[in-house]
């Protein structure tokens, strides 16, 4: 257990002896914008370090040193909210990067397996999750709570050389680099507030609607970030919704909306969604964003997209990739439009495995049909 700079400042060097580390944050967020970090763990091949974040005094430096080391690899499952915690506290993305479910995916492990389900296909260890959802900001800790953050890295281990080894005898560590990409990306990271908008449904209709819901949002995504609190504790989506479609420029309209508390509206938070509402309406027309356009696709397009998802079930079942990896619905309706389209699934091994495949089901020269109770695709 590391309590001290000094002793994480140890731990960090021992650790960044070897080509790789495991590695796994316990948080929390409930009641803030950002993820509170409460527990670190890492695990060399030979020793394993549970970092209590929260002692008095703990300065991360070190952990932030080791994860800036591009001689180390970092090994995590399901990473992006681990790197996320990075990211807002380090300011930046740790790198080189591996992450076991991806890895999973393209090695027949399924669709984003949980860690404790993987641990389980590889080792035989069953794991004791009851300590998932325990409060990790109260100290101090128990010792199953000890137990379970060590299990998170130290079984994790073997997990990695199990994906290592399979990968390079499948030829695949290339794919799985490929998907780490998007996870080391500093754009997955950023929380631009302008962009707050995209994250809400289009409920609105009309331009007019759509730029006074980007400015609302914007608003709330500061003030959560500002507050650091979750964005339905400043205002909730239908509140948003509703000033759009609405538009009250005065406290007394904005008092009127169904979705407004009684008296909110001559608080701090009503004057800045009024003066949000204002900045809207001000904006010139010609840079308003444009409402999202519903898909149309050609008739006939739904049936050659269901008989795509056939074959690439088929496929992903025949070379152990998970589906979500090779082709999304995206890519499968992009291609029935176009022979040309300009999709991942069409690129590269995707392209080799299941693109090419999908051009013949579409052009007639390769056909589903049963085998008895077994569904197989054939050349025509």
């Given at each position: 257990m590391i309590t001290t700079t000094s002793a994480l400042a140890d731990a960090c060097a021992h650790l960044a002896r070897f080509d790789f580390v495991t590695v796994d944050t316990e948080f929390l967020r409930e009641s803030t914008f950002w993820p509170k970090l409460c527990v670190v763990q890492l695990a060399s091949p030979e020793?394993?370090?549970?970092?209590d974040a929260l002692a008095p005094g703990l300065d991360l430096a070190p952990f932030f040193e080791l994860m800036r080391n591009e001689t180390v690899l970092k090994v995590f499952h399901a990473a992006r909210q681990d790197i996320e915690i990075v990211w807002h506290l380090g300011g930046f993305v740790p790198v080189p990067l591996f992450d076991t479910q991806v890895a999973a995916m393209v090695c027949g492990f399924g669709d984003?397996?949980?860690?404790?389900?993987?641990v389980a296909r590889v080792t035989g260890v069953v794991l004791d999750k009851s300590n998932r959802f325990t409060d990790w900001s109260r100290r101090p800790l128990s010792q199953s709570q000890v137990d379970y953050a060590e299990a998170d890295v130290t079984h994790l281990r073997d997990v990695?050389?199990?994906l290592k080894d399979s990968l390079a005898k499948a030829g695949r560590a290339d794919w799985v680099a490929e998907e780490m990409r998007v996870l080391t990306s500093e754009d997955t990271y950023r929380t631009d507030p302008d962009e707050a908008w995209q994250r809400l449904k289009m409920r609105v209709k009309k331009p007019r609607e759509l730029i006074i819901l980007k400015e609302v949002a914007a608003w709330r995504e500061r003030e959560a970030q500002g507050r650091d609190v979750p964005r339905s504790r400043v205002i909730k989506?239908?509140?948003?919704?509703?000033?759009?479609?609405?538009?009250?420029?005065?406290?007394?309209?904005?008092?009127?909306l169904r979705t407004i508390p009684k008296g909110w509206e001559r608080s701090r938070s009503g004057e800045d969604i009024l003066a949000a509402v204002r900045r809207a309406l001000e904006t010139p027309k010609e840079d308003w964003p444009k409402l999202p356009r519903h898909r149309q696709l050609p008739e006939g397009t739904g049936a050659a997209v269901d008989l795509m998802k056939v074959?690439?079930?088929l496929v992903s079942e025949a070379e152990g990739v998970a589906a979500k990896v090779i082709a999304t619905t995206d890519d499968l309706e992009d291609i029935a439009v176009s022979d040309e389209a300009d999709v991942p699934a069409m690129r590269g091994w995707r392209r080799e495995m299941f693109g090419e495949q999908a051009l013949k089901l579409k052009r007639g020269r390769l056909a589903i049909t049963f085998d008895g109770k077994k569904i197989i695709a054939i050349e025509r």
């Open positions: 020793q394993v370090f549970v970092v984003s397996i949980s860690y404790d389900q993987l990695y050389r199990h989506d239908d509140c948003i919704y509703e000033v759009a479609t609405q538009a009250p420029t005065t406290a007394e309209a904005l008092g009127q074959l690439l079930k």
